[in-house]
């Protein structure tokens, strides 16, 4: 009786994230993969709703940075096209946490050869490029907090802090192959690195305009309306205390039932994909 509800989330989402007009199809889970089943990056990386959470506060995080705003604003569409931002990031993700090792090592090239594409000058003269490092370090180290954090409200609230530190371990291994530096291998490196970088941060016109891009775009359709909402909320709750305070943003005048809401959702979707082999880790 509950086989149509299964069938119409697992067909929800993945039309979310899959470009289905080019022919786009989950990327299945190889043995062969740059990390092996049962490792903790591909446990993190396999949830959709505490990775949707953690993408869009990673994003409103990474965008304080005015580099990091810039390369975005003066390079991309994300502001008319974020249903493509979105799927280009979880492809890339998903590639390089489960795809055959050529498969994400080809994705890892990819982004490498767009990024040597990529430089400009900030409106306040200072020149930038997507090659840069420490750019880099940053993009990667807040959108690891993110998933790992967003992770642990929504699925491992007991997450152990050794998980913690492997997981930035792990991502560390794709961030090198980025031509990030410097790279954290564990959380209290990670916490670290963060501080570090707050210095560099800024919130102008331009980076409100994208919070409101991202924050407040309309759903694809009207039943995904409220979901949307949601895990805008979500994310908005997730965040950084520094962050929200720089995007002006006010907690969710009832965290309990945002989380509640949120966690439900997540349960809901993780049933749905129970029996699906595609992601399954043995």
Same mark, same amino acid.
């Given at each position: 009786?509950?086989?149509?509800?299964?069938h119409?989330?697992?067909?929800?989402?993945?039309?979310?994230?899959?470009?289905?007009?080019?022919?786009?199809?989950p990327?299945?889970?190889?043995d062969?993969?740059?990390?092996?089943?049962?490792?903790?990056?591909?446990?993190?990386h396999?949830?959709?709703t505490?990775?949707?959470?953690?993408?869009?506060?990673?994003?409103?995080t990474?965008?304080?940075?005015?580099?990091?705003?810039?390369?975005?604003?003066?390079?991309s569409?994300?502001?008319?096209d974020?249903?493509?931002r979105?799927?280009?990031?979880?492809?890339?993700?998903?590639?390089?946490?489960y795809g055959?090792?050529?498969?994400?090592?080809?994705?890892?090239?990819?982004?490498n050869?767009?990024?040597?594409?990529?430089?400009?000058?900030?409106?306040?003269g =200072?020149?930038?490029?997507?090659?840069? @490092?420490? /750019?880099?370090?940053? #993009?990667h180290? &807040?959108?690891?907090?993110s998933?790992?954090?967003?992770?642990?409200?929504y699925?491992?609230?007991?997450?152990?802090r050794?998980?913690?530190?492997?997981?930035?371990?792990?991502?560390?291994?794709?961030?090198r192959l980025?031509?990030?530096?410097?790279?954290?291998?564990t959380?209290?490196?990670?916490?670290?690195?963060?501080?570090?970088?707050q210095g560099?941060?800024?919130?102008?016109?331009?980076?409100?305009?994208?919070?409101d891009?991202?924050?407040?775009?309309?759903a694809?359709?009207?039943?995904?309306?409220?979901?949307?909402?949601?895990?805008?909320n979500?994310a908005v709750?997730?965040?950084?205390?520094f962050?929200r =305070?720089?995007?002006?943003?006010?907690? @969710?005048? /009832?965290?309990?039932? #945002?989380?509640? &809401?949120?966690?439900?959702?997540?349960r809901?979707?993780?049933?749905a994909f129970?029996?699906?082999?595609?992601?399954?880790?043995?």
């Open positions: 009786m509950l086989a149509p509800i299964r119409a989330l697992i067909k929800q989402v993945r039309s979310t994230f899959n470009d289905q007009s080019r022919g786009e199809r990327v299945p889970a190889s062969d993969a740059l990390f092996p089943p049962g490792s903790v990056i591909r446990r993190v396999g949830d959709v505490s990775m949707m959470v953690g993408g869009v506060a990673a994003l409103l990474q965008m304080l940075h005015p580099k990091a705003l810039a390369g975005v604003w003066d390079h569409d994300v502001g008319h974020q249903l493509g979105l799927r280009r990031t979880a492809r890339f993700i998903a590639v390089t946490t055959h090792r050529d498969s994400a090592l080809a994705a890892v090239a990819k982004v050869a767009i990024h040597a594409q990529v430089s400009g000058t900030l409106p306040d =200072r020149a930038y490029k997507a090659t840069d @490092p420490s /750019l880099l370090a940053w #993009v180290v &807040a959108g690891a907090m998933f790992l954090d967003g992770w642990r409200r699925a491992e609230p007991r997450m152990s050794a998980d913690q530190d492997l997981y930035f371990a792990q991502t560390a291994e794709i961030a980025l031509h990030a530096d410097p790279v954290p291998v959380r209290c490196g990670a916490e670290d690195l963060i501080t570090s970088f560099e941060l800024h919130c102008d016109q331009r980076t409100r305009e994208f919070r891009f991202v924050l407040e775009a309309p694809q359709s009207l039943p995904e309306a409220p979901v949307r909402i949601l895990l805008m979500a709750d997730l965040l950084p205390e962050a =305070r720089m995007h002006g943003l006010a907690k @969710p005048m /009832l965290p309990p039932i #945002v989380r509640g &809401a949120t966690f439900g959702l997540a809901t979707i993780r049933w129970a029996g699906e082999k595609y992601r399954r880790d043995k």
